[in-house]
């Protein structure tokens, strides 16, 4: 079983040597409950745990040394690799276990990594769960090349081309959009659409990309494959970004995202090699379909490369035709049923009248008179009793179903679990010896694992399995999954008859994936089930011409409101101004922030104020269509009728509401006399709608009925000082007639205030004439 | 320089025959030649009354001033007779064979097909890194260099390219590229009439006609006035003077004309029900379709948009081959490998160097040095001569010891002794006193001043 052929791929001998870290956990929740009890890299594909599919291919590729990273069930995984042989000491391939069980991300164990120092050159990072024939040697050596030219080419992203939509739904991953430089294939733009989530109608890419080359490629069709080539830079980049957990979400949008720090990433597109990485059981089910129908090759049963461990030692199987596998042991009954793209394993039986069909059926198990099994995956030594049937689901080691049972598609047994006699599981089932708990929620995953390690059985095996979760799900999904859950808490012990049946054994699992779109379509998505034939219906065309000039308006309005900096300051200010109301800010905060607004944006005093001003106006009014969604309740419900007395005096009283709170920040930010003065200019733009708050929607022109009055509240506010007034009148005096319509409906006003003025001056004078006296 | 942009001379011939040239070669018969403005249309149609001799049947039309070319389009509808339109802009000199392109847009029986060439530099090369490119079309293929799937003129930097989705799904890869330019030659089908009239939003053909069309070719809706295929299909052709920011041009022209309708299929739409697989790729290529026509690399295509880009085309075309293929119309002195007329006159050591073009009756006295220039019928020049780059039109008179670099003279301008002129326009019948220098100016009359910018 140890691989010493010399595969014809692969590095040449004069190459330096290659080194990979293959991560076996994949650090998330996808495979449970069945990773409660065996980590996911040592579930069986086709027969064949899917760590030695990795394994095996990145010797075949001449890998030279391979560190492994242990986390969840880090004991397991060791001792499945001492049983296959692979820590045994051979020439071409090296592997060593690292265990590090408190890593909970792809991130953390890449930090770990760093810490200990190990690696210095180039290398392969993959998951433990990945299925591929690629030749790693031509990806290595476009990446070493580039790495030459260029020190900051920094990670070489394997990516399968050419899927079909039908394909990547069958694979249940995320859709993927990609933009590279056609010639250099370097990546520009990485987005991932969770699966199930409808895609944008548009992609938006940044212009900026053709500032660098003439043409940029937009890919729909390209599928991640989990298989990347690695700078050492990596982990460094990792230790210093300490709050990297994913390699997708967080590596690669972050290196993406800074562009000016020059570092780069590419892709190397597989065209005719297979690769795919097990993200959950819908790809399983595509993947092991894949395997049978030979797109792996040479990793694919009956060339019995791959060691399969236990008491009847290396695999044996033979092909027949379409693509039936079997092994040398097995025992047909005459009348059984074998269907195309069947895998069966040594010392199964299968009795008169059974039918099997596009299934794998592991070794030593029994498939009882007229039972029907479709579409499933029955791992070692499940038994299915006469009469029961089991469609499109994952049955773990020992499962039994009991006669005239029914198994519906989509569902997942771990292991031992016993179905009853002619019970029926629903569709999108998942079972497990182990209990999902009900106080779940109030628990942190690590507690919750350990908590199951004390009430489920195999004690021995849940200790070691605290399984490290990714950034794991809500907990206010945790909780409504727990309390939905409550029935089977209470039981305490007891499986609940009604899923399993009276004389059955497991207890229900209900998915509590993060899935804002429905837990039960994001399990029918994930799941074994067969995917809905036909593509998803195409919406885009009736609607596509409103979508798409109302996108163009949106466009214009964008493109335009940033080709002016005096639109975009406008936007800086309020929204910082809106934050510090929305967040209940002191206001020594509110200048700080203001103060790091203006020196950034090199701008003035009185810039920042006028803005804080305007931005403070139209709280009293109804929210702009372009106001953002957090802070439209801050603004008034309904704009006040400003042709009755009642609607002014209400828009006033509320201006002056704010006015009581905000008035100082106005004050710091007025330095002089020609800053309110600029002040009261742009209050003149923000009534008559003018200049940057042209067709804004913020309805400035709502206060041009109460200008003289909004003055005043100004002045009793102190924000403005009588000779700012004066010195505005005597500038607009001599201003165009258009220009003084303002001016003319604030004449009272400043003859009010001249007056005042002038009285207060004879005051003054009489109290000198007083003093005088 | 009072001349319609139609009328300026490019290697001694109104650049309008050259438009007219192409369309005659064609097969075109009708042309409605578009004007901006009322006094450019009769300036065009003294013209064509006095100089043209060609076998078109011109009509000249004018527009509003301000008009954009799809609105100069709209208001010409009704003048237009064929099921399909060729529009072009008067300042385009191609040899790319007009009949050629037209023969591709029937073939793929297209909404809209859209002459596009590379451009000669790079716009990325042109932009730092960090910037997004100006002036520039956003343009997306397929893979046969066939369709136009994504098409965004972008006159300032953008911030961001907007991609429809269905599209991307639809091509699975698409390359957006910036370093193909448009030429602003376009055939469009009939039906893009009734999407005119229909969208009275949309004003420029290049920024809002075929960028609607390229977003819509997958709609299913069915292409207005469909039924109308059955009918005798014609030609429509209309050269366009693009009146685009520059405002350089000022003539806009179309034609119409009949083609040999083609021999109709029997049994074609039994045959359309029938494969279903025929069907479908009628749906994938969409009910609207958009194609492109790239030029390749040996062909000449280029814009004289500008002073720069005339200058520039004046230079080129009178490249000896490329002047055979356009069907400039002078002798070529091969020994010299320039053009000049038989009653050139040349005097003691004067120069003519190669790649240049001399008009008839000319006269050059002793000591001249004409280099990469064209120079117009009847001019005399003094001697001490330097001309380089630049172009002189009829009849201009240049005293001894004049330089020129990079100028266009208008007809009948004077200059006198010793005058310098560099990167300089000078209007028509002016005269520049001796001695001056002058840089990058527009030396005009007063009152020619507002309509003479070329910029």
Redesign the interface.
């Given at each position: 079983m140890a691989p010493s052929r010399k595969a014809p791929v692969g590095l040449a001998p004069g190459e330096e040597a290659l080194i990979a870290v293959l991560l076996a956990d994949s650090f998330n929740q996808r495979f449970r409950p069945i990773t409660l009890e065996r980590p996911k890299v040592l579930l069986p594909l086709v027969g064949v745990p899917l760590l030695d599919y990795t394994l095996e291919w990145l010797a075949s590729n001449n890998v030279a040394e391979v560190h492994v990273i242990c986390c969840a069930h880090a004991e397991q995984v060791k001792q499945h690799l001492e049983a296959a042989g692979w820590l045994q000491e051979r020439a071409s391939l090296t592997v060593k276990v690292i265990v590090s069980t408190t890593c909970k991300s792809a991130g953390e164990a890449l930090r770990e990594i760093d810490v200990k120092d190990m690696i210095k050159s180039d290398f392969v990072l993959v998951s433990g769960d990945v299925v591929s024939n690629m030749d790693l040697g031509s990806a290595v050596r476009a990446h070493r090349a580039r790495r030459e030219k260029n020190k900051n080419a920094l990670m070489t992203m394997v990516m399968k081309a050419g899927t079909t939509p039908a394909q990547r739904r069958r694979l249940g991953d995320h859709s993927l959009l990609v933009a590279m430089e056609p010639h250099t294939k370097r990546l520009l733009r990485y987005d991932e659409v969770e699966a199930g989530k409808p895609l944008p109608t548009q992609a938006i890419i940044d212009a900026h990309f053709w500032g660098e080359t003439d043409a940029v490629e937009i890919r729909t069709d390209l599928a991640d494959t989990y298989i990347y080539i690695c700078a050492p830079e990596v982990l460094m980049l990792f230790s210093d970004n300490f709050d990297f957990q994913n390699v997708r979400k967080d590596f690669v949008t972050g290196v993406l995202s800074e562009e000016e720090l020059g570092q780069q990433l590419h892709v190397h597109e597989l065209h005719r090699e297979y690769a795919a990485c097990v993200l959950n059981a819908r790809s399983y089910d595509a993947i092991s379909r894949d395997v049978l129908q030979r797109w792996t090759f040479p990793f694919v049963p009956d060339t019995n490369l791959l060691p399969i461990g236990g008491a009847s030692g290396s695999s044996n199987f033979g092909l027949g035709r379409q693509f039936k596998y079997k092994e040398h042991s097995v025992k047909l009954g005459r009348k059984a049923r074998i269907g195309h793209s069947t895998c069966i394993g040594a010392g199964t039986v299968i009795d008169d009248g059974a039918e099997v069909a596009q299934s794998v059926i592991g070794r030593n198990c029994h498939i009882g008179k007229d039972a029907v099994v479709v579409g499933s995956y029955l791992l070692e030594g499940v038994r299915i009793h006469n009469g029961a049937q089991v469609s499109h689901s994952l049955l773990c080691d020992g499962v039994v179903v009991k006669e005239d049972a029914t198994v519906c598609p989509g569902s997942i047994l771990s292991f031992k679990v016993v179905v009853g006699q002619g019970q029926v599981i629903e569709p999108l089932t998942s079972l497990s010896m182990c209990r999902q708990l009900q106080q779940s929620a109030s628990l942190s995953d690590d507690e919750l694992e350990y908590a199951m390690a004390v009430t489920a059985s195999p004690p021995s095996e849940a200790a070691v399995g605290r399984s490290p979760e990714a950034s794991g799900p809500g907990a206010a999904d945790q909780a409504a999954a727990a309390v939905s859950d409550g029935d089977i808490g209470e039981d305490g012990g007891q499986y609940n008859a009604s899923v399993v049946g009276p004389d059955g054994a497991g207890h229900q699992w209900l998915p509590h994936d993060v899935d804002p779109y429905g837990l039960a379509a994001a399990a029918a998505r994930f799941s074994i089930a067969p995917p809905p034939p036909g593509p998803p219906s195409r919406e885009d065309d009736l609607s596509e011409e409103d979508e798409s000039t109302a996108a163009a308006a949106e466009e214009a309005a964008q493109d335009a409101a940033a080709a002016d900096p005096e639109t975009s300051f406008k936007r800086e200010v309020a929204e910082t101004f809106l934050r510090c109301v929305h967040d209940g800010f002191d206001q020594d905060l509110a200048v700080i922030e203001l103060n790091g607004l203006k020196i950034a944006e090199h701008r003035d005093f009185a810039d920042c104020a006028r803005y804080i001003l305007t931005t403070m106006l139209t709280l009293c009014l109804p929210a702009a269509p372009r106001a953002k969604a957090e802070y439209r309740s801050l603004f008034a419900d309904t704009a006040p009728d400003t042709a009755t007395p009642a609607g002014k005096t209400e828009l006033l009283t509320r201006l002056q509401q704010l006015l009581k709170t905000w008035a100082p920040l106005l004050q710091k930010f007025l330095r002089s006399e020609d800053d309110q003065v600029d002040l009261l200019l742009t209050l003149e733009e923000f009534c008559g709608e003018e200049g940057v708050f042209e067709g804004t929607g913020e309805q400035g022109g709502l206060f041009s009925a109460v200008f003289a009055k909004v003055l005043q509240l100004l002045y009793d506010a102190d924000v403005i000082e009588e000779d700012a007034f004066f010195k505005w009148a005597d500038e607009k005096a001599h201003a165009e007639a258009e220009d003084r319509v303002f001016l003319a409906k604030a004449a009272d006003f400043i003859k009010w205030l001249r007056e005042a003025e002038e009285e207060e001056e004879s005051d003054d004078e009489d109290d000198e004439d007083n003093d005088e006296d | 320089m009072n001349l319609p942009l139609a009328l300026l001379p490019v290697a001694n011939q109104p650049l309008i025959t050259y438009s007219l040239r192409a369309l005659e070669a064609a097969g075109i018969v009708d042309v409605l030649v578009v004007c901006l403005g009322e006094s450019t249309a009769s300036k065009i149609s003294q013209w064509i009354v006095k100089e043209y001799r060609g076998k078109l049947h011109l009509k000249v039309k004018g527009v509003p001033e301000e008009s954009e070319s799809a609105e100069a389009l709209r208001a010409v509808a009704e003048d237009i007779i064929g099921d399909n339109i060729v529009v072009m802009s008067v300042d385009l000199i191609t040899d790319v064979r007009l009949e050629a392109i037209m023969a591709v847009h029937f073939i793929r029986s297209a909404m809209a097909t859209v002459l596009l060439s590379q451009r000669r530099t790079?716009?990325?090369s042109e932009?730092?890194?960090?910037?997004?490119?100006k002036d520039?079309e956003?343009v997306g293929l397929d893979e046969q260099q066939q369709q136009l799937l994504f098409f965004r003129p972008?006159p300032?930097?953008?911030?961001?390219?907007?991609?429809?989705?269905?599209a991307?799904?639809r091509?699975?890869?698409?390359?957006?590229?910036?370093?193909l330019q448009d030429n602003h030659l376009y055939i469009l089908n009939r039906a893009v009439l009734e999407v005119l009239q229909s969208k009275p939003s949309l004003v420029n053909i290049k920024q809002d006609i075929i960028p609607y069309l390229v977003?819509?070719q997958?709609?299913?809706?069915p292409r207005p006035g469909a039924q109308r295929a059955s009918q005798q299909p014609a030609a429509a052709t209309s050269a366009n003077g693009e009146n685009g920011q520059q405002g350089s041009s000022d003539s806009l022209e179309r034609v119409d004309s009949l083609l040999n309708p083609p021999t109709s299929v029997a049994g074609q739409d039994f045959m359309a029900l029938s494969h279903s697989a025929a069907a479908e790729e009628e749906e994938s290529r969409g009910n609207w379709y958009c194609g492109a026509f790239v030029v390749g690399k040996d062909s000449y295509c280029a814009r004289a948009a500008t002073l720069q880009a005339f200058c520039e085309v004046n230079r080129e075309v009178i490249n000896t081959e490329l002047a055979v293929r356009l069907g400039v119309q002078a002798q070529l002195n091969t020994k010299f490998d320039n053009f000049l007329h038989d009653s050139v006159q040349m005097g003691y050591k004067t120069t003519v160097a190669a790649g240049c073009m001399v008009g008839r009756g000319t006269t050059m006295a002793d000591k001249c040095s004409i280099k990469r220039s064209v120079l117009g019928a009847m001019c005399k020049l003094g001697s001490n001569v330097k001309i380089i780059n630049s172009v002189l039109m009829d009849g201009v008179q240049v005293q001894d010891g004049c330089h020129l670099q990079n100028s266009i003279v208008c007809h009948n301008a004077h200059l006198q002794e010793r005058v310098t002129l560099r990167d300089c326009q000078v209007g028509p019948g002016l005269v520049v006193s001796e001695g001056l220098e002058h840089r990058e100016e527009v030396l005009a009359k007063a009152a020619q001043r507002r309509s003479s910018e070329f910029k």
């Amino acid at each position: 079983m140890a691989p010493s052929r010399k595969a014809p791929v692969g590095l040449a001998p004069g190459e330096e040597a290659l080194i990979a870290v293959l991560l076996a956990d994949s650090f998330n929740q996808r495979f449970r409950p069945i990773t409660l009890e065996r980590p996911k890299v040592l579930l069986p594909l086709v027969g064949v745990p899917l760590l030695d599919y990795t394994l095996e291919w990145l010797a075949s590729n001449n890998v030279a040394e391979v560190h492994v990273i242990c986390c969840a069930h880090a004991e397991q995984v060791k001792q499945h690799l001492e049983a296959a042989g692979w820590l045994q000491e051979r020439a071409s391939l090296t592997v060593k276990v690292i265990v590090s069980t408190t890593c909970k991300s792809a991130g953390e164990a890449l930090r770990e990594i760093d810490v200990k120092d190990m690696i210095k050159s180039d290398f392969v990072l993959v998951s433990g769960d990945v299925v591929s024939n690629m030749d790693l040697g031509s990806a290595v050596r476009a990446h070493r090349a580039r790495r030459e030219k260029n020190k900051n080419a920094l990670m070489t992203m394997v990516m399968k081309a050419g899927t079909t939509p039908a394909q990547r739904r069958r694979l249940g991953d995320h859709s993927l959009l990609v933009a590279m430089e056609p010639h250099t294939k370097r990546l520009l733009r990485y987005d991932e659409v969770e699966a199930g989530k409808p895609l944008p109608t548009q992609a938006i890419i940044d212009a900026h990309f053709w500032g660098e080359t003439d043409a940029v490629e937009i890919r729909t069709d390209l599928a991640d494959t989990y298989i990347y080539i690695c700078a050492p830079e990596v982990l460094m980049l990792f230790s210093d970004n300490f709050d990297f957990q994913n390699v997708r979400k967080d590596f690669v949008t972050g290196v993406l995202s800074e562009e000016e720090l020059g570092q780069q990433l590419h892709v190397h597109e597989l065209h005719r090699e297979y690769a795919a990485c097990v993200l959950n059981a819908r790809s399983y089910d595509a993947i092991s379909r894949d395997v049978l129908q030979r797109w792996t090759f040479p990793f694919v049963p009956d060339t019995n490369l791959l060691p399969i461990g236990g008491a009847s030692g290396s695999s044996n199987f033979g092909l027949g035709r379409q693509f039936k596998y079997k092994e040398h042991s097995v025992k047909l009954g005459r009348k059984a049923r074998i269907g195309h793209s069947t895998c069966i394993g040594a010392g199964t039986v299968i009795d008169d009248g059974a039918e099997v069909a596009q299934s794998v059926i592991g070794r030593n198990c029994h498939i009882g008179k007229d039972a029907v099994v479709v579409g499933s995956y029955l791992l070692e030594g499940v038994r299915i009793h006469n009469g029961a049937q089991v469609s499109h689901s994952l049955l773990c080691d020992g499962v039994v179903v009991k006669e005239d049972a029914t198994v519906c598609p989509g569902s997942i047994l771990s292991f031992k679990v016993v179905v009853g006699q002619g019970q029926v599981i629903e569709p999108l089932t998942s079972l497990s010896m182990c209990r999902q708990l009900q106080q779940s929620a109030s628990l942190s995953d690590d507690e919750l694992e350990y908590a199951m390690a004390v009430t489920a059985s195999p004690p021995s095996e849940a200790a070691v399995g605290r399984s490290p979760e990714a950034s794991g799900p809500g907990a206010a999904d945790q909780a409504a999954a727990a309390v939905s859950d409550g029935d089977i808490g209470e039981d305490g012990g007891q499986y609940n008859a009604s899923v399993v049946g009276p004389d059955g054994a497991g207890h229900q699992w209900l998915p509590h994936d993060v899935d804002p779109y429905g837990l039960a379509a994001a399990a029918a998505r994930f799941s074994i089930a067969p995917p809905p034939p036909g593509p998803p219906s195409r919406e885009d065309d009736l609607s596509e011409e409103d979508e798409s000039t109302a996108a163009a308006a949106e466009e214009a309005a964008q493109d335009a409101a940033a080709a002016d900096p005096e639109t975009s300051f406008k936007r800086e200010v309020a929204e910082t101004f809106l934050r510090c109301v929305h967040d209940g800010f002191d206001q020594d905060l509110a200048v700080i922030e203001l103060n790091g607004l203006k020196i950034a944006e090199h701008r003035d005093f009185a810039d920042c104020a006028r803005y804080i001003l305007t931005t403070m106006l139209t709280l009293c009014l109804p929210a702009a269509p372009r106001a953002k969604a957090e802070y439209r309740s801050l603004f008034a419900d309904t704009a006040p009728d400003t042709a009755t007395p009642a609607g002014k005096t209400e828009l006033l009283t509320r201006l002056q509401q704010l006015l009581k709170t905000w008035a100082p920040l106005l004050q710091k930010f007025l330095r002089s006399e020609d800053d309110q003065v600029d002040l009261l200019l742009t209050l003149e733009e923000f009534c008559g709608e003018e200049g940057v708050f042209e067709g804004t929607g913020e309805q400035g022109g709502l206060f041009s009925a109460v200008f003289a009055k909004v003055l005043q509240l100004l002045y009793d506010a102190d924000v403005i000082e009588e000779d700012a007034f004066f010195k505005w009148a005597d500038e607009k005096a001599h201003a165009e007639a258009e220009d003084r319509v303002f001016l003319a409906k604030a004449a009272d006003f400043i003859k009010w205030l001249r007056e005042a003025e002038e009285e207060e001056e004879s005051d003054d004078e009489d109290d000198e004439d007083n003093d005088e006296d | 320089m009072n001349l319609p942009l139609a009328l300026l001379p490019v290697a001694n011939q109104p650049l309008i025959t050259y438009s007219l040239r192409a369309l005659e070669a064609a097969g075109i018969v009708d042309v409605l030649v578009v004007c901006l403005g009322e006094s450019t249309a009769s300036k065009i149609s003294q013209w064509i009354v006095k100089e043209y001799r060609g076998k078109l049947h011109l009509k000249v039309k004018g527009v509003p001033e301000e008009s954009e070319s799809a609105e100069a389009l709209r208001a010409v509808a009704e003048d237009i007779i064929g099921d399909n339109i060729v529009v072009m802009s008067v300042d385009l000199i191609t040899d790319v064979r007009l009949e050629a392109i037209m023969a591709v847009h029937f073939i793929r029986s297209a909404m809209a097909t859209v002459l596009l060439s590379q451009r000669r530099t790079s716009p990325a090369s042109e932009t730092k890194p960090g910037k997004a490119p100006k002036d520039v079309e956003y343009v997306g293929l397929d893979e046969q260099q066939q369709q136009l799937l994504f098409f965004r003129p972008s006159p300032e930097p953008r911030r961001n390219i907007r991609l429809p989705m269905n599209a991307l799904l639809r091509q699975k890869r698409l390359t957006v590229r910036t370093n193909l330019q448009d030429n602003h030659l376009y055939i469009l089908n009939r039906a893009v009439l009734e999407v005119l009239q229909s969208k009275p939003s949309l004003v420029n053909i290049k920024q809002d006609i075929i960028p609607y069309l390229v977003l819509h070719q997958h709609s299913r809706k069915p292409r207005p006035g469909a039924q109308r295929a059955s009918q005798q299909p014609a030609a429509a052709t209309s050269a366009n003077g693009e009146n685009g920011q520059q405002g350089s041009s000022d003539s806009l022209e179309r034609v119409d004309s009949l083609l040999n309708p083609p021999t109709s299929v029997a049994g074609q739409d039994f045959m359309a029900l029938s494969h279903s697989a025929a069907a479908e790729e009628e749906e994938s290529r969409g009910n609207w379709y958009c194609g492109a026509f790239v030029v390749g690399k040996d062909s000449y295509c280029a814009r004289a948009a500008t002073l720069q880009a005339f200058c520039e085309v004046n230079r080129e075309v009178i490249n000896t081959e490329l002047a055979v293929r356009l069907g400039v119309q002078a002798q070529l002195n091969t020994k010299f490998d320039n053009f000049l007329h038989d009653s050139v006159q040349m005097g003691y050591k004067t120069t003519v160097a190669a790649g240049c073009m001399v008009g008839r009756g000319t006269t050059m006295a002793d000591k001249c040095s004409i280099k990469r220039s064209v120079l117009g019928a009847m001019c005399k020049l003094g001697s001490n001569v330097k001309i380089i780059n630049s172009v002189l039109m009829d009849g201009v008179q240049v005293q001894d010891g004049c330089h020129l670099q990079n100028s266009i003279v208008c007809h009948n301008a004077h200059l006198q002794e010793r005058v310098t002129l560099r990167d300089c326009q000078v209007g028509p019948g002016l005269v520049v006193s001796e001695g001056l220098e002058h840089r990058e100016e527009v030396l005009a009359k007063a009152a020619q001043r507002r309509s003479s910018e070329f910029k």
